[in-house]
């Protein structure tokens, strides 16, 4: 996948106003300043490729919040525990020495959460253990990650807590929509557009950035860059060509699509490499 500038995401809620409203939802806080906030979130650590993560420290939490459009990723525990890892790092750096002497030092709680907003909707929520991916899986050490599928219909109670983000899922479902129904992604980002103006949705955040939208989403569901991360997924499962014999990326065409379809439902990579013999 490619690196670029935030995603929808992260840039909406990096105005401290929505960010806040977000954490009072997942904490269930009600606090209405801002300052509160410490934003802490790290650059060039995490998601290279898709730069949709927050981190904040608020009232004595450390809040990691991800949003996460493609298929689910079991290692999502262990890549927020290397991130919360390099967060706890930087933070226990302005103790400097006091962590090699004898008096503890304390920590903010880590919270950490994903929405979901790709395909499945068997699920509303779930959570995810770092602990499961050990041999011996007893829980000498743990992360714990809660994941939000916030697809139209699912988790009201949790959205609706907060405006920002019924307004962002409003937005971003709507685009959805547009794109099943055929449209190109930048008309379907016009009606979006039209149909948010109309409804008071986002107004703020929206006023002339459609093309910076356009940029951004582009990205995001850009189907080509789906075909080429299955290929490297492929690869790094043993079950794809290895670099010795070449990729010829753009090849059998429709292979790839028809493997990209099977994966977005949750087949198997050992069954879709059998039946297409890719």
Known sequence: MKKYRDGLFRDYFSDKRRLLSLCNALT???????????????DGVFFDELKNDLSCIYRGKFLV???HQSTINENM?????????ELFKQHVESFKGQIYLGGRVILPTPEFFV???????EFEQREMRLSDS?????NFL?????????????NGDLISKSEPLNNYCTFVNCVKQNLKMGLSLEYAIAETFKFCQENNIMAEYLDGRRKELVSMLGLEYDPEEARKAFINYGIQQGIGIGREQGIEIGKEEKTIDFVSKMLQENISIETISKISKF
């Open 134 to 138: 050990f041999l011996d899986n007893r």
């Open 28 to 42: 269930g806080e009600d606090s209405a300043d801002p300052n509160e906030l410490v934003v802490n979130t790290l």
């Open 142 to 154: 743990e992360v714990v990650v809660k994941v939000y599928n916030i697809n139209e219909g699912m």
């Open 77 to 85: 525990p262990l890549r927020i525990f290397l991130y919360a890892a």
């Open 115 to 121: 929405f979901y907003n790709g395909d499945r909707k």
């Open 65 to 67: 919040i991800i949003e």
